[in-house]
């Protein structure tokens, strides 16, 4: 079945430092790839998306690059804040008729230190 | 802006109690699902629903049912709670699919302690 395997954590920075959370995936076809944040005390939210290969989804100063030849989906922040604390999944939807759930990984808690 | 309201934030149930989540979604969504978020674990599929009086197992179904007698609300059920039951429950919703990945959106949650 489908599965997304995602870094664990916790990862800590310091303020305006370079993010990278890694998330490989394991699905048949071409599934729609997601990011999603929790903040503290809070349900989640989308970050953002990508639905076909080398699409890059984008939101927040937040990227992430659809790579199907090595089935991963990485998040990416060139500067992050203190305000960007959060639990941060990852997601697939796969691709069959009525099969619109979200897998999810087991979610990575990043803090930023000012 | 879609709202998909959880009535209960924190509550506290017996073991052996029935008990019900409520969720209620104000978009005209026809998916529902109920998720469980556990550390370590992540979030897991507990039941989903297509439409009305539609309801699918999801991957960890067993201790729990749900009901939609109407579009805009979904309920969680555990018919006798247990310790082991103890978490964070998240309802969710998003449009029917047309060839489109929707966005599913989820509520604040519901933290669920069984003592």
């Known amino acids: 079945g489908d599965s997304v395997t995602q870094m664990e954590g916790p990862v800590t920075l310091s303020e305006e430092a370079f993010l990278t959370i890694n998330c490989t995936y394991t699905?048949?076809?071409?599934?729609?790839l997601f990011w999603y944040v929790q903040y503290p005390g809070e349900g989640l939210q989308l970050l953002l998306k990508?639905?076909?290969?080398?699409d890059k989804g984008s939101n927040k100063g937040f990227e992430a690059t659809y790579r199907k030849e090595t089935t991963s989906f990485h998040l990416e922040k060139g500067s992050v804040q203190v305000s960007d604390s959060a639990v941060y999944f990852c997601?697939?939807?796969?691709?069959?008729?009525?099969?619109?759930?979200?897998?999810f990984g087991t979610g990575t808690r990043l803090t930023i230190i000012p | 802006d879609v709202k998909v309201t959880q009535s209960s934030r924190y509550l506290v149930k017996r073991t052996g109690e029935k008990v019900f989540l409520e969720c209620v979604q104000d978009?005209?969504?026809?998916?529902m699902f109920w998720y469980r978020q556990d550390p370590g674990l992540g979030l897991r599929l507990i039941y989903f629903?297509?439409?009305?009086?539609?309801?699918e197992k999801g991957d960890i179904p067993e201790g729990y049912s749900v009901s939609r007698e109407k579009k805009e609300r979904f309920s969680l059920i555990l018919e006798s709670a247990s310790t082991n039951q103890t978490s964070m429950y998240l309802c969710?919703?998003?449009?029917?699919?047309?060839?489109?990945?929707?966005?599913?959106?989820f509520g604040e949650g519901s933290w669920l302690t069984v003592v």
């Open positions: 978009m005209d969504h026809e998916n």
């Open positions: 997601a697939l939807m796969g691709t069959n008729f009525g099969n619109e759930k979200l897998t």
């Open positions: 629903s297509y439409d009305v009086k539609m309801k």
């Open positions: 699905a048949t076809g071409y599934p729609s």
């Open positions: 990508a639905t076909k290969a080398d």
């Open positions: 969710a919703s998003s449009l029917y699919r047309d060839r489109v990945a929707n966005t599913i959106y």
